[in-house]
């Protein structure tokens, strides 16, 4: 367990998520993974690039912006309910379509012959 902060390995924000694997949104210390073209370095949570304006974005549109604001300037874990659940869907793609062709794509997290 670490503290909140940022230099948590989960930055300065989480996005918690209803879902039955613990996977959630979070920023990250570690802002020069966004430049790697493998950025598959996590245990299945989702980086997110710009957290903090994503998570201003989202108490503006869900009406917490006060609530956001004040537990943006704590340095202790601080929960801001919103408003609205938003669904959040997650997909995991080793085969996509490139101008017509099917292009295969690695499966670093080796979830094709689970599925399969």
């Keep these: 367990v670490q503290q909140p902060g940022p230099d948590n390995a989960l930055g300065r924000v989480k996005f918690d998520m209803r879902n039955d694997h613990a996977i959630y949104l979070h920023d990250t210390p570690a802002k020069a ?3 790697a073209d ?3 370095r996590s245990h299945g949570c989702v980086r997110v690039q710009d957290a903090l304006g994503f998570a201003d974005m989202l108490a503006g549109e869900q009406g917490v912006t006060d609530g956001w ?8 874990e601080t929960m801001v309910p919103i408003q609205r659940e938003i669904p959040v869907r997650l997909l995991y793609l080793t085969v996509a379509v490139d101008g017509g ?3 295969f794509l690695p499966d670093p997290y080796d979830w094709e012959d689970r599925v399969a």
């Design 33 to 35: 993974l966004f430049a």
């Design 38 to 40: 493998e950025r598959y």
């Design 69 to 76: 604001r004040v537990a943006r300037a704590r340095r202790e």
């Design 101 to 103: 062709r099917l292009v």
